[in-house]
Structure formats: structure tokens, C-alpha cells
């Protein structure tokens, strides 16, 4: 009977290793509510977006991409989840004056980008489908549109895993950096939110990003995103178009419409606002939750795919649309 047990354990323990004890440990470090715990202010200034990216980031590095179809399956339900959430934190007549403010800046910078990638891949002599794919996932809203576009352009897995590697590389630096740029010039909460919306690229670390710069930066950034995000429709028939390519189906980010009938909820049914609070705490922590499993899904081998001129293509232009944007912003917005 000891014997049987003692195997019976021994079978657990591989079947469910050390690898997992510390991926669960590390999701319930990020959903504990540290700031109703004594001391937990101080706690929770660093489980934040950026140290959850970055946890999860090393704990594919160190003990590999261990959880790849649930990392993908989750990663997307528990981000669009998460951004429904954040509705609820958001009033309608607000979002409404950050999303006609930066309309001008969302159409000039989608179109710049993919015109400026078009001219940078044709220069460099990059594939035409793995420039498109950086170009709109650069100009749009990273992997979102990289996973939209390219079915519609029948591009081949490794054109869409350096298109990703990319995108995925490049936010992860814009995560950490970006809040400190803001610091640095003084950004006010308006600025950065407009900034981070337009040139981040995906949902998960634009809201990331803002989070951690303020709650008016979060608002204003999240609304300016998703807004930015449908443009996916547009595009993905120009795309269609542009590889002949008329027999494709469009995927339409459907979410986004839940997203703008929460803040609906929210700004005209007064008896939601004791459970709008709580909903949007935990949306808050489903993204923190996301962008851990986003640096789960991190390969080695998805690094070695990336070239060095998609790479300098993708870099290019994410230096271009930031800079660009944020001397815009700066001029035209208090």
C-alpha cells in the first residue's frame, strides 16, 4: 500500500512538476489584492504589469514554453475579457473627447506607418507578406492585426512568426521604458495615454503601460486603442486587395463593441457604480495576469526567427510612429 502511494506521488510530481507549482505560485502573486493587505502598497508598486512581463519572460527563458496551447487559448479569452472589464471604469462622455482628440493621430500614423513600411520593405528587399505583417501590426495593434491580416494574405508560419517575434520584442521594451519617458518630460495623464495608445502596439501592453503611469492615462488610452483596434476591418480588406486575394474571411474584433456598451453601463446606469469598481479591479488584474502568460508564450526559437532587416524594418518604424507621435502630442495636446 506504501509502495503503491509512494509511486502514485512520484507520478504526480512528474506529471505535475516543479515547472508548475511555480507557474501557479507566480499567477496568485499577481492576483493577490495587495493593497488591502497591511504593507501591501509597497508590494504592489512591483507586482505590476511590467515585473508580470517580465516574470514571465524569465520563466520561459529558464524552464521553456511549457504551456503553449494554453498560453494561446487563455492569452486571447483573458485579454478581451479583461478589456470588457475596463469598460466599466470608463466614462462616455470622456472617452468620447479622448477619442475625437486622437482621431487625427490614429489615421495619420496607421497610414504613415504602412506607407513608410511599404518603402522600407521594397528598399531592404524584405518578403512583401512578412513587411505587410509588421507594417499593420505596427501601425494597428500588434498581434491582433498580425493574426487578422494574415490568413487573409495566406502568409506562411514563419512569415507570421517574425512578424510576431517583433511586435512581441518591441513591446516589451515599450512597456518598461515608456512610463519612464513620460516621467522624464513631464507628460501629463491626457499626453500619455494618447502617446501609449498610438505607439504601442498591442491592446495587453498599451493598458500595461498606462496603468502604470495613472488612472486618466489608462482611460484615455484604453478608449484611443480599441478605437484604433477596429481600423483592423479597413485594412484587412485592403489587404485582401493588395494580394488578390478575394475569398478570405474577415475576422471582426467583436469584443471591442462589448467594450464601448460597459462604459455605456457604466455612465448611465448610476446602481452599477459599487459593482463597476470591482469589475474594473479585477480587469485591472486579468491584464497583469495576461501579459505574464504573453512572456510565457516567449520561445527561443521564436527569437532565433527573427532576421536582422525585418527586425531593423520593425524597429524603424516603431521609433518613427513614437517619436513622430509624441512631437505631435506635445505641440497640440495639454
Not at 489584492?33 to 504593507?39: E, G, M
Not at 496603468?211 to 480588406?237: C, E, H, M, N
Not at 455605456?264 to 448610476?270: E, R
Not at 446602481?271 to 485591472?284: D, E, F, M, Q, R
Request: positive net charge; glycine residues 8%; aromatic residues 12%.
Amino acid at each position: 500500500m506504501t509502495t503503491n502511494k509512494c509511486e502514485c506521488m512520484k507520478k504526480l510530481f512528474v506529471d505535475f512538476g516543479l515547472p508548475h507549482i511555480i507557474f501557479i505560485l507566480l499567477i496568485l502573486l499577481f492576483l493577490i489584492p495587495w493593497t488591502l493587505l497591511p504593507f501591501g502598497d509597497f508590494i504592489a508598486q512591483w507586482v505590476s504589469a511590467p515585473f508580470a512581463l517580465f516574470a514571465g519572460l524569465l520563466f520561459a527563458l529558464v524552464m521553456g514554453n511549457r504551456f503553449p496551447h494554453f498560453n494561446k487559448k487563455v492569452t486571447g479569452l483573458l485579454l478581451r475579457i479583461s478589456v470588457i472589464g475596463l469598460g466599466f471604469g470608463i466614462q462616455a462622455n470622456q472617452a468620447l473627447k479622448a477619442g475625437s482628440e486622437g482621431f487625427v493621430f490614429t489615421v495619420a500614423s496607421i497610414f504613415g506607418t504602412i506607407i513608410l513600411g511599404y518603402f522600407i520593405g521594397k528598399w531592404a528587399k524584405i518578403d512583401s507578406k512578412t513587411s505587410h505583417l509588421i507594417s499593420c501590426g505596427t501601425a494597428i495593434c500588434g498581434g491582433s492585426a498580425i493574426a487578422a491580416i494574415a490568413p487573409v494574405i495566406k502568409a506562411e508560419q514563419q512569415q507570421i512568426s517574425v512578424a510576431l517575434g517583433i511586435v512581441f520584442i518591441l513591446n516589451a521594451i515599450a512597456l518598461f521604458i515608456f512610463p519612464v519617458i513620460g516621467n522624464m518630460l513631464h507628460l501629463s495623464q491626457t499626453q500619455f495615454g494618447l502617446w501609449a495608445a498610438i505607439a504601442i502596439h498591442d491592446t495587453s501592453s498599451v493598458v500595461g503601460a498606462a496603468s502604470k503611469y495613472g488612472a486618466d492615462a489608462l482611460q484615455i488610452a484604453t478608449t484611443v486603442k480599441l478605437a484604433r483596434a477596429l481600423w483592423i476591418i479597413p485594412i484587412v480588406f485592403f489587404s485582401a486587395y493588395l494580394f488578390k486575394n478575394k475569398e478570405s474571411k474577415i475576422a471582426i474584433p467583436y469584443f471591442i463593441f462589448l467594450f464601448f456598451i460597459a462604459m455605456i453601463i457604466n455612465s448611465y446606469v448610476p446602481n452599477i457604480a459599487p459593482v463597476s469598481g470591482v469589475i474594473t479591479s479585477l480587469a485591472k488584474k486579468g491584464i497583469v495576469v495576461t501579459l505574464f502568460l504573453i512572456g510565457c508564450g516567449l520561445s527561443k526559437d521564436a527569437i532565433k526567427s527573427v532576421g536582422f532587416k525585418p527586425f531593423i524594418q520593425g524597429i524603424v518604424l516603431w521609433v518613427v510612429i513614437a517619436s513622430v507621435s509624441l512631437f505631435a502630442i506635445l505641440k497640440t495636446v495639454i
